[in-house]
Nanobody, 116 residues
Framework: QVQLVESGGGLVQPGGSLRLSCAAS????????MGWYRQAPGQQREVIAL???????NYADSVKGRFSISRDSAKSTVFLQMNTLKPDDTAVYYC??????????WGQGTLVTVSS
């Protein structure tokens, strides 16, 4: 059974940092490009960061230079280090495969709220 479990969200002040984790089970994690997505209130879910099986990365312009995606294939976990957070980063964050249509059922996500 495929399961994606996101964690690490919370309330943070503008300019602060958070590190998100996504633990995957039931998938061949090492062969999949993985991505972080987010969905802000009233908006569609969008992919913001991608990491290939070999560690290549790509970012949406909105987070480039502030966010960093990484992966630990031995632990089937993908991370998102978020720095210099802004109120516009407030959203529910999800992980899934990337580089094409997401392949697996969505997890519950983790809520990030950036507010003073």
């Amino acid at each position: 059974q495929v399961q994606l479990v996101e964690s690490g969200g919370g309330l943070v002040q503008p300019g602060g940092s958070l590190r998100l984790s996504c633990a995957a089970s039931g998938i061949r994690f090492s062969i999949n490009a993985m991505g972080w997505y987010r969905q802000a209130p009233g908006q569609q879910r969008e992919v913001i960061a991608l990491i290939t099986p070999n560690g290549g990365t790509n970012y949406a312009d909105s987070v480039k230079g502030r966010f960093s995606i990484s992966r630990d294939s031995a632990k089937s976990t993908v991370f998102l280090q978020m720095n210099t957070l802004k109120p516009d980063d407030t959203a529910v964050y999800y992980c899934n495969t990337a580089g094409g249509s997401p392949r697996f059922p969505w997890g519950q996500g983790t809520l990030v709220t950036v507010s003073s």
